[in-house]
């Protein structure tokens, strides 16, 4: 089989930046805790390289994109890869080793229950996050996957999610704030992030990789796939320096973290709509993205929700606007493959998208916090005070990441 090279190189760049996200993350989650958790959080991201691909390469890809049960979930027919062979292509017209698209689809599910880790940082113990990370993975994210990228039900009813707003944020937001909830609050919370600096260096690689997370999204290189690029920067330069403005307004003072939030507020945002919106669209997108997750983080913080790094307000709350954006702003005239969105009179498209958005929603809070309760009848999932006190990284791993 003769593939085409220039897709096939630009896929395994794009893989390669939807890996870096992982430790991106992990540097902009190690930021943001106090210093006698930093390893404890990074941790949990790096760890996830390793788990979620022993799961992808076995069972994971599978259920993902082998085969339908019900809509729902694949089958296993290809569990350990088996019937792939290196010389198979994607589809006729997407030219492309399966490996490349296996590799690809494996990074998504890497990052998206680190995600997670934000929400209930210096709270939950190693061994119940690993429980919970595979379950997590097997109940909520392999399915969606299926149900949206796999041909499932929501494919079938006309659901689109260009990268992930729906089956990435959404889920893992909503998982994010379902953990809050169980694990209740800290005893010992820092009042400010322990390293700007590293805030910003995560930031930067996130901003990087989600070129590969969008644009990479087309499986190809076409109009499209540089209209996903360009979209997503756009999205997030416009949400970066509105949360700027607001907070300055709010505070008086121009906060960097701020900056870097709403930036990560607008990649977030405009991942479910990257390659079916067109420019002018994605900056008004990366506006609403800033105020609504500057909105949701100010209701978090009056309900008192510890939501230590805000994933509920940033990622649960902008994927979840990404999508219902792309419902009003989608265009069939800017992608062949997408639809018309509300303003367009798509009003059924519109429906379908809120309808997914909010069954993935609900699902995965449902889900989330049901798997942390029997997890806890296993094993504790949360740390007691004198841990938290002490610092996870100590207490946990027995490593610090800083000598004083």
Known sequence: MDFNTGNTAFMLVATSLVMFMTPGLAFFYGGLVGKKGVLTIMMQSFVSLGITTILWVTVGYSLCFSGDIGGIIGNLDMAFLRGISIHDSLSPTNNIPVLVFVAYQMMFAVITPALITGAFAERVRFKAYIIFQIAWLLLVYFPFTHMVWGGGILAQWGVLDFAGGIVVHATAGMAALASVFFVGKRQMKATEPHSVPLIAIGTAILWFGWYGFNAGSELRVDSVTALAFLNTDISASFAAI??????????????FVGLLT?????????????????????????CIASIVCFKAIGLKNKMNWDDALDVWGVHGVGGIAGVVLLGIFGSSAINGSGSDGLIYGGTHFFLVEVGAVAFASIYAFV???GLLHLIDKITPVRVDAHDQETGLDVVLHGETAYFM
Do not use: N
Request: glycine share 12%.
């Open 367 to 369: 889900i989330s916090y």
């Open 262 to 286: 709403g930036a990560v507020a607008g990649l977030a945002t405009i991942t479910p709509a990257a390659g079916f919106v067109d420019m002018k669209t994605a900056a008004l997108i990366g």
């Open 242 to 255: 509105v949360w700027l403005a607001m907070e300055w307004k709010t505070t008086g003072k121009p906060k």
